[in-house]
């Protein structure tokens, strides 16, 4: 065959020039690290569901904030778990919660890693569900002001960023509104435009204590089976204000995240979840994946599909591996 002039093979040749040529790169400053921080001291526990993954009391939290400045990764997501949980997550939006010491020692101690706290109320409220309940469900406008308190009381304790993960309908503008009147313009939000009513989501309800008492999440949350339904959304949240946006789950929605990075303006987010990261970790225990092989194939395909920022849990090893070279 000496007439084939062009020959595809020719790119993938030695792994340097696969390297020249790639479409596709990792960086660990695309990378976030979600962070679940419990009251109390002293503590460093383990999340069964999730092997590797702990829950934080805040003065360990250096612990892993020493790691994720050393990486330079692009930021860290926090999650409060409080001990005291009401109808209207009140710790939640205590200034003085879980989240918020939080909040206040990471940004003190390390003034340049992004801090991002997750506002949601599931994790605070008695009843699991996102929001305040009326009448058995979780009433969208009600829920409005509680958000809006919440986002206030963690971009004061000097969150950077703040991710509204709820799917209440109108949450970044109660949110943007609330911000500006109480001159916090320059907190950004990067909010869950697009979330699924998702089984992935099963090994955080563990580790996060949030699973719903009754019910389910699917009159807020979205259906699996649509993807226009996903352009809508992110088209509100980016109108309403959001600065970035965030599709989730990550893996198993990649159609979702390329349709939504080619439509719109503002950078995109995928969350990998807990139940990929799982899945991972129990097959790799199993002795039947590559663990690391597949971690970073997985954020890879994000990547390809359009993320430019992943939020996972393998946001630490991933940055230690390409800051090794080894990525
Ligand atoms: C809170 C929230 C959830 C996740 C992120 N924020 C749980 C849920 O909606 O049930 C899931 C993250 C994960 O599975 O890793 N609403």
């Known amino acids: 065959m000496n007439n084939l002039r062009i020959r595809p093979r020719r790119l993938r040749k030695t792994q340097s020039i696969r390297d020249l ?8 400053s695309m990378l976030i690290y979600p962070v679940f921080v419990r009251e109390g001291n002293n503590i460093i526990e383990d999340i069964a569901a999730m092997p590797g993954q702990k829950r934080y009391s805040p003065d360990k939290l250096p612990v892993i904030l020493e790691r994720a400045a050393k990486n330079k990764i692009g930021g860290i997501l926090l999650f409060g778990l409080p001990e005291h949980k009401d109808e209207c ?20 101690e390390f003034p340049d890693l992004n801090i991002i706290g997750d506002v949601c ?21 009600a829920t409005l002001e509680y958000l809006a308190k919440i986002a206030v009381s963690q971009a004061n304790a000097g969150a950077d960023i703040v991710a509204p993960s709820d799917m209440m309908d109108g949450h970044t503008l109660a949110i943007r509104e609330a911000l500006d009147s109480n001159n ?27 699973a719903p008492s009754f019910g389910d999440r699917k009159s807020y949350q979205m259906d699996i089976r649509n993807s226009r339904e996903a ?31 080619e439509k719109f303006l503002v950078p995109v987010g995928s969350y990998s979840v807990s139940g990929e990261y799982s899945m991972i970790k129990a097959a790799a225990l199993m002795g039947w994946l590559d663990e690391k092989k597949i971690a970073i194939e997985s954020a890879i395909s994000q990547a390809r599909a359009g993320a430019d920022i992943i939020i996972t849990y393998f946001a630490l090893d991933l940055a230690e591996w390409i800051n090794n ?3």
């Open 89 to 108: 997550a009140s710790s939640a939006w205590d200034d003085n919660g879980v989240i918020q010491q939080a909040i206040r020692l990471a940004k003190n």
């Open 184 to 210: 916090l313009q320059d907190t950004l939000i990067f909010s869950y435009a697009v979330k699924y009513a998702s089984s992935f989501y099963g090994p955080f309800r563990e580790a996060a204590g949030s």
């Open 121 to 141: 109320m599931c994790e605070y409220t008695s009843h699991g569900h996102c929001g305040i309940i009326k009448n058995g469900c979780v009433d969208n406008d």
């Open 231 to 261: 352009l809508k959304e992110a088209m509100l949240d980016i109108q309403e204000g959001s600065d970035m946006i965030i599709i989730k789950p990550g893996l198993a929605y990649l159609d979702i995240l390329k349709s939504v990075k």
């Open 21 to 28: 040529t790639c479409e596709t790169r990792l960086k660990s």
């Open 325 to 327: 070279g080894e990525i």
